[in-house]
């Protein structure tokens, strides 16, 4: 028997106990300070108590190296499988334009195409996903640039796309700042709404500081306002904020506002939090970006000095509010990256792309399904097969199987290889996260 490759061992933030994690066995524990002492001992060698030893093989951290392949290979196709079932998000973005001049923003180097979005592009859109997704669980989500602007004309597009989803039966998600909610809210009923996805960066000051009007323009009383509107009705809201060194002392106090408004009673309210980091370009300087556990380790402590913030947004510290919500571990993460698997991107010039991350770069166009279905196969083909399994880095790591290899994207930015890594700092995310979930509920 020996000591499994998918083991993550560790010590607890905060405390003397240690933890142990295994995703392909499902086996999780804290152990004690004098059992973290022997599984060390264990590893440097050294002879253990035989009942700890037991254990050890009882729980799968200790196995025979066959038949852990075995199930290695048995779990992955089951993720295969799963995946291949999984519901897909086409993402649709009508315009680049904006009416915001966001400090942050990755989109605002774009040339956009001097064209705008006719009935003829979007028709060609829902022709080209209701046959190529045929039989497929899947949903739209209009993203931009900032879809919602209060134009007539946009409304008009709008209006005329949301009729389309109505007719494929398709639900819809929004992603906007937010600003003309209040114009739309009439026009959203018509559709089928799962979810509208609004940025808030801070309270008052702090957000007008960081997304504001191009020309300038406070904008967060109004952005709250269509909040509010969208939650009375059952509009379901999905509050995202950006978070970077310029606010994150702002945390408290927004997660305040949104429990002093009632938001987080709101059955049709959830919240997330985005870190503001170099995608393909950043207007902000490195010096106020977070690295991802940079972020964490920040957030745990905030949220021991002001537990409030766990009302507004409970970290997911990699696995652990997961393990700590459920009881037992998610199934193993063999891919990260949902680009050309369960994640597409178009835009109103008839493009293709990979996801979110790579819509309206001209370089990572995949084809086109206007005016004409054109598919560039082997782009397509290398982001279908990226895994963990596509990655001798990955293959080898301990934290694969959370991990899952991180944003393709973000890896080929790096390397210009899609099936290289972009690394979680997942052992690091747990010792925050169970010293967070299970060492303060004891």
């Known amino acids: 028997m020996v000591y499994s490759k998918h083991n993550i061992f560790s010590r607890i933030t905060g405390s003397d106990n240690f933890f142990i994690v295994n995703l392909l066995s499902g086996s999780a524990d804290i152990l004690s300070p004098a059992e973290g002492k022997m599984l060390k001992a264990y590893l440097d060698g050294k002879n253990i108590e035989e009942d700890f030893l037991e254990n050890l093989k009882e729980k799968a951290y200790l196995v025979d190296e066959k038949e852990e392949a075995k199930l290695y290979q048995s779990k992955y196709l089951d993720f295969i499988d799963t995946r291949d079932e999984d519901e897909v998000q086409l993402f649709f973005v009508p315009n680049y334009t904006c009416n915001f001049a966001c400090t942050y923003c990755y989109q605002d180097e774009y040339a956009p195409a001097r064209q705008e979005l006719t009935t003829a592009v979007t028709d060609a859109f829902f022709n080209y996903i209701n046959h190529e997704f045929a039989g497929r669980k899947k949903y739209l989500t209009v993203f931009g640039g900032e879809p919602l602007l209060n134009s007539p004309k946009q409304k008009e597009l709008i209006t005329y796309l949301l009729k389309q989803a109505n007719e494929s039966n398709l639900e819809v998600c929004f992603v906007t700042n937010g600003y003309s909610l209040l114009e739309y ?16 960066d801070g309270v008052g000051k702090v957000h007008d500081a960081r997304r504001f009007l191009k020309g300038g323009g406070a904008t967060f009383e109004k952005i709250v306002k269509g909040i509010d509107e969208c939650l009375r009705i059952g509009l379901p809201v999905n ?28 059955e049709f309210f959830k919240s997330q939090l985005g870190r503001n980091y170099e995608l393909h370009h950043c207007q902000s300087t490195s010096e106020k970006l ?49 680009a050309c698997k369960t994640e597409w991107a178009f835009d109103y010039t008839g493009q293709i792309f990979s996801c979110t991350a790579t819509v309206g770069k001209a370089d990572e166009s995949l084809g086109t399904f206007y005016p004409e279905i054109s598919r560039k196969d082997e782009m397509i083909a290398a982001w279908e097969n990226r895994d963990v399994t596509s990655s001798s880095e990955c293959f080898s790591c301990s934290m694969q199987l959370a991990c899952g290899g991180g944003c393709g994207s973000v890896a080929k930015n790096r390397t210009g290889n899609v099936c290289s890594t972009d690394c979680r700092p997942v052992k690091e995310l747990l010792e925050l996260g169970f010293g967070a979930y299970f060492e303060s509920n004891n």
Not at 239 to 266: C, H, S, Y
Not at 324 to 338: H, I, K, V
């Open 185 to 200: 809210i009439e026009l959203l009923k018509i559709a089928n709404i799962r979810e509208i996805q609004v940025t808030l």
């Open 239 to 266: 509050l995202r904020m950006v978070i970077d060194k310029e606010n994150i002392d702002g945390l408290p106090e927004m997660a305040q506002f949104a429990i002093d408004k009632g938001w987080t009673k709101n």
């Open 290 to 338: 977070f690295s991802r556990i940079s972020l964490y380790e920040t957030i745990y402590k905030q949220v021991q000095q002001h537990p409030h913030i766990l009302e507004f947004y409970k970290p997911a510290y990699s696995v652990s509010k997961f393990l700590f919500e459920n009881g037992s571990l998610p199934d193993p993460l063999f891919d990260a990256c949902p």
